[in-house]
């Protein structure tokens, strides 16, 4: 079974920086794509940043480029995505998942976490 742990939000001020992290297991890892996605409230879930199993790809959407970088460990099955200059309408419900390719579409992605929440007060 594949599962998807993330870790990593909170409430930050606006300019402050958080990192997030999320850890699979289940699935070869070096072998999966991962993205991390968003939803605000009354907001279509969309991607922020994704990256592909060997790390040559990356796409960032342009809301998270110049501040926020994405990464990952495959000797610890870890994504992480460190946003930095945070701003009030980056708040919203983060989730990361896991895929076949580095797309856009959620639907192409089979499993997600629970998700964790950041905060960005102003």
């Known amino acids: 079974q594949v599962q998807l742990e993330e870790s990593g939000g909170g409430l930050v001020q606006a300019g402050g920086s958080l990192r997030l992290s999320c850890v699979v297991s289940?699935?070869?890892?070096?072998?999966?794509?991962m993205g991390w996605f968003r939803q605000a409230p009354g907001k279509e879930r969309g991607l922020v940043a994704a990256?592909?199993?060997?790390?040559?790809?990356?796409y960032y959407a342009d809301s998270a480029k110049g501040r926020f970088t994405i990464s990952r460990d495959n000797a610890k099955n870890t994504v992480y995505l460190q946003m930095n200059n945070l701003k009030p309408e980056d708040t919203a419900l983060y989730y990361c998942?896991?895929?076949?390719?580095?797309?856009?579409?959620?639907?192409?992605?089979?499993?997600w976490g629970q998700g964790t929440q950041v905060t960005v007060s102003s």
């Open positions: 289940g699935r070869t890892f070096a072998r999966t794509a």
């Open positions: 998942a896991a895929g076949d390719l580095v797309v856009v579409a959620p639907d192409k992605y089979n499993y």
């Open positions: 990256i592909s199993g060997g790390s040559f790809t990356k």
